[in-house]
């Protein structure tokens, strides 16, 4: 595993910083760029407040320039071309400067599955405005009964003429409020095995007739997620991506990028670190109970020590990831296993620092002065639980290290 730089890693990374230290906007600096749920760069794309969406537009303009809008992307289509190695270091310092991720699932996802599965026209038709920034997709997988095990998706696609008709339901929809298209997973032959007769189509316009967007707000007051209503959309036969009837497997490609989960584990890192800073601070004594029950306290020191050596080891699997991308391997169980540590112990930072703070956690308001440290692990608390259900739920990720990665028999 490789944990240092060598000399061309080091000057890359120093050339990320000194972007991010140039170009990153001054509101950028001074706030985060918004968690995933409050919709980030692309809720700032489309603010009312100016200063929001210039800030979005300007790193938007920098990342353009440097290719690393898309950093992922082959040179030739208007990415970066960074290697394995040189992505992880790129996310790596992004997630330390809190910057916001750009693009949405159009860069990060079908991006990169266009590349692979798409024609000449589809590729000229979508990725240049996928690369501005102009045009955010949104991903239509999951279902009311068809999540993990999305192969059971029942949203249907009926062919008529030069086009398909497509009705029904989509579910946890990250960022539909927020998007200008849709690319969705849906089926064209129902007599099929579940795994076939699925067709990946991409919706060019959210607002299509008879599409219809509407908000799920979650535990924290948020709206990050939607349900997506289909009532005789139609969508031309031109927008299938990939062959019809085999979207199962288009849609698996854009499931092999990305798998180190550095920011997650950048973020534990830090979380921790401003936890500790703040017990250090007068304020940070008085509100949390190391003044106000010693055996408390002495029970939490050791918690709080397995929480920093659990951020440590996440990092790490971050880091065994990338190695194994790096010379060419493709992580398996691998991933799986970082992906389900990582998650699992994002929550389990979340409750100590729920509990370091006893009744003060209470506090909902961030503004307010019996807040610590602005209610964020109050909030934080809230929006660790989908953690380990999204991209996969933690059940699934066992399934798979106890199949792929210890040989048990399937059970």
Same mark, same amino acid.
């Given at each position: 595993?490789?944990? =240092?730089?060598?000399? @061309?890693?080091?000057?890359?990374?120093?050339?990320?910083?000194?972007?991010?230290?140039?170009g990153l906007p001054d509101y950028y600096k001074n706030h985060t760029g918004g968690s995933e749920e409050a919709g980030?760069?692309?809720?700032?794309?489309?603010?009312?407040?100016?200063?929001?969406?210039?800030?979005?537009?300007?790193?938007?303009?920098?990342?353009?320039?440097?290719?690393?809008?898309?950093?992922?992307?082959?040179?030739?289509?208007?990415?970066?071309?960074?290697?394995?190695?040189?992505?992880?270091? *790129?996310?790596? @310092?992004?997630?330390?400067?809190?910057?916001?991720?750009?693009?949405?699932?159009?860069?990060?996802?079908?991006?990169?599955?266009?590349?692979?599965?798409?024609?000449?026209e589809q590729k000229k038709r979508y990725l240049p405005g996928i690369l501005s920034g102009e045009v955010v997709f949104?991903?239509?997988?999951?279902?009311?009964?068809?999540?993990?095990?999305?192969?059971?998706?029942? /949203?249907?696609?009926?062919?008529?003429?030069?086009?398909?008709?497509?009705?029904?339901?989509?579910?946890?929809?990250?960022?539909?409020?927020?998007?200008?298209?849709?690319?969705?997973?849906?089926?064209?032959?129902?007599?099929?095995?579940?795994?076939?007769?699925?067709?990946?189509?991409?919706?060019?316009?959210?607002?299509?007739?008879?599409?219809?967007?509407?908000?799920?707000?979650?535990?924290?007051?948020?709206?990050?997620?939607?349900?997506?209503?289909? @009532?005789?959309?139609?969508?031309?036969?031109?927008n299938a991506l990939g062959e019809i009837n085999r979207g199962w497997y288009v849609g698996a490609t854009l499931l092999?990028?990305?798998?180190?989960?550095?920011?997650?584990?950048?973020?534990?890192?830090?979380?921790?670190?401003?936890?500790?800073?703040?017990?250090? /601070?007068?304020?940070?004594?008085?509100?949390?109970?190391?003044?106000?029950?010693?055996?408390?306290?002495?029970?939490?020191?050791?918690?709080?020590?397995?929480?920093?050596? @659990?951020?440590?080891?996440? *990092?790490?699997?971050?880091?065994?990831?990338?190695?194994?991308?790096?010379?060419?391997?493709?992580?398996?169980?691998?991933?799986?296993?970082?992906?389900?540590?990582?998650?699992?112990?994002?929550?389990?930072?979340?409750? /100590?620092?729920?509990?370091?703070?006893?009744? *003060? =956690?209470?506090?909902?308001?961030?503004?307010?002065?019996?807040?610590?440290?602005?209610?964020?692990?109050?909030?934080?608390?809230?929006?660790?639980?989908?953690?380990?259900?999204? =991209?996969?739920?933690?059940?699934?990720?066992?399934?798979?290290?106890?199949?792929?990665?210890?040989?048990?028999?399937?059970?």
């Amino acid at each position: 595993m490789d944990w =240092a730089d060598n000399g @061309e890693q080091a000057a890359f990374r120093a050339q990320v910083r000194e972007v991010l230290e140039r170009g990153l906007p001054d509101y950028y600096k001074n706030h985060t760029g918004g968690s995933e749920e409050a919709g980030g760069w692309n809720a700032d794309r489309k603010s009312d407040d100016p200063v929001r969406r210039d800030a979005a537009q300007t790193w938007a303009n920098v990342l353009a320039e440097r290719g690393w809008f898309a950093p992922h992307w082959p040179k030739e289509y208007g990415g970066g071309g960074l290697s394995p190695m040189e992505q992880f270091i *790129y996310k790596q @310092e992004i997630a330390l400067a809190e910057a916001p991720v750009v693009g949405g699932s159009g860069v990060s996802l079908l991006g990169p599955t266009l590349i692979v599965h798409g024609t000449e026209e589809q590729k000229k038709r979508y990725l240049p405005g996928i690369l501005s920034g102009e045009v955010v997709f949104a991903q239509g997988y999951s279902e009311p009964g068809a999540g993990s095990d999305l192969a059971s998706l029942q /949203t249907r696609a009926i062919r008529d003429g030069d086009d398909f008709v497509v009705n029904g339901q989509k579910i946890w929809t990250s960022g539909a409020h927020l998007a200008d298209a849709l690319f969705a997973l849906v089926r064209t032959d129902p007599d099929a095995p579940k795994h076939r007769g699925i067709t990946f189509l991409m919706i060019d316009d959210i607002k299509t007739p008879g599409l219809s967007v509407r908000p799920l707000i979650n535990m924290a007051w948020q709206h990050g997620f939607n349900e997506t209503f289909f @009532e005789d959309v139609r969508v031309p036969v031109a927008n299938a991506l990939g062959e019809i009837n085999r979207g199962w497997y288009v849609g698996a490609t854009l499931l092999d990028f990305e798998r180190s989960n550095v920011a997650g584990a950048v973020a534990a890192r830090r979380t921790i670190n401003r936890l500790f800073d703040y017990l250090d /601070t007068v304020e940070g004594q008085l509100q949390s109970v190391r003044d106000k029950s010693v055996g408390q306290w002495n029970s939490l020191r050791h918690e709080l020590t397995d929480r920093y050596i @659990e951020t440590e080891v996440g *990092y790490n699997f971050s880091f065994r990831i990338i190695s194994m991308q790096n010379r060419g391997l493709i992580p398996n169980y691998e991933a799986s296993t970082a992906k389900m540590f990582i998650s699992e112990a994002g929550q389990r930072l979340q409750r /100590t620092g729920t509990k370091v703070f006893g009744l *003060y =956690a209470n506090v909902w308001d961030s503004g307010s002065s019996h807040a610590p440290m602005g209610a964020s692990f109050t909030h934080g608390y809230v929006t660790s639980i989908p953690a380990t259900i999204a =991209a996969g739920s933690s059940e699934i990720q066992r399934n798979i290290i106890a199949t792929r990665g210890l040989g048990l028999p399937r059970g």
